[in-house]
């Protein structure tokens, strides 16, 4: 399977961006699809993730601004940013995982001007 995220770009702090996740190829059962993100200079952390019952979770500093949610059907994963800030900015990766199986997307550039 191959995962191809898209729906980076340049945002004004306060805009909005919805990055999309979309998988290809082979069927992959994954049992979490998550967002990571690498800021310049720093480590990539863990921003968001949904479990395959639905239950969602997200780093501290982005609750009740982004937004994770999945279309199986489309095969895609979707991250909704809103009010968005300076720290935002990085190289947003998809990660799925099942059974210790991970897939990983290129990434895709968000980068937040002040």
């Known amino acids: 399977v191959q995962l191809q995220a898209s729906g980076g770009g340049l945002v004004q702090a306060g805009g909005s961006l919805r990055l999309s996740c979309a998988a290809s190829?082979?069927?992959?059962?994954?049992?979490?699809r998550a967002w990571h993100r690498q800021a310049p200079g720093k480590e990539r952390e863990l921003v968001a993730r949904i479990f395959g019952g639905g239950t969602t979770d997200y780093v501290d500093s982005v609750k009740g601004r982004f937004t994770i949610s999945r279309d199986i059907v489309k095969k895609t994963v979707y991250l909704q940013m809103n009010d968005l800030k300076p720290e935002d900015t990085g190289v947003y990766y998809c990660?799925?995982?099942?059974?210790?199986?991970?897939?990983w997307g290129k990434g895709t550039l968000v980068t937040v001007s002040s």
């Open positions: 190829g082979r069927p992959f059962s994954a049992s979490v």
């Open positions: 990660h799925w995982m099942h059974a210790g199986s991970h897939v």
